[in-house]
């Protein structure tokens, strides 16, 4: 999965991963770090 920072929207610090599940390609934003290195993988 490929994953990075995007920047800063407020007091948030947006992050986002994308990875293929099957057919489809997933695009994940969060601002929650956790979030985006479980879905990494």
Known sequence: ???GFLGQVGD???SYTA???GVQT???FS???E???AASG
Do not use: K, R, S
């Open 1 to 3: 999965p490929q994953y």
């Open 12 to 14: 948030h610090n947006v």
């Open 19 to 21: 990875f293929v599940a």
């Open 26 to 28: 997933v695009l994940l």
């Open 31 to 33: 601002d929650d770090t």
């Open 35 to 37: 979030v985006i290195e």
